[in-house]
């Protein structure tokens, strides 16, 4: 069975909102998550990074005010304790993330995610 395709989405972004549009004018209904209501595990969230090869600090907004108010610019933090911060304040992830074929892209810009389709 294949994996379905899932877009990590928040319908406020535009870029998000763009790229779940790109996907359904291609004919791809993606099962939509709505991060900052069901976050992903820690597990589902080193997946999607092991997917994208980037290590937990790239997938963070680090402009949010919580980023600087958890104290998340140390660089004494490990990889789990960001990837924690990020299921924990689910704000601070990037967004959108899309998985489709055992693949991860962020539509940063939405085009982004036609290479993994």
């Known amino acids: 069975m294949t994996e379905p395709t899932r877009i990590f989405h928040n319908p406020r972004c535009s870029k998000s909102r763009q790229t779940l549009e790109l996907l359904t004018e291609r004919g791809i209904e993606p ?9 992903p ?3 589902e969230l080193t997946d999607i990074l092991n997917a ?4 937990p ?17 140390s660089p004494d933090l490990s990889d789990e ?4 911060a990020m299921v924990a304040t689910p704000k601070l ?3 959108p993330i899309v998985t489709a ?4 892209a ?7 995610v036609l290479a993994i389709l």
């Open 106 to 112: 962020l539509g940063r810009p939405p085009e982004n």
């Open 101 to 104: 074929n055992g693949k991860a």
């Open 81 to 84: 304790q960001l990837i924690a």
């Open 31 to 39: 099962e939509i998550i709505r991060y900052l209501e069901t976050p």
């Open 52 to 55: 994208l090869d980037l290590r």
């Open 93 to 95: 992830i990037e967004r």
């Open 57 to 73: 600090r790239e997938l963070m907004r680090t402009k949010e005010k919580e980023y600087k108010e958890q104290g998340l610019n």
């Open 41 to 43: 595990t820690e597990q």
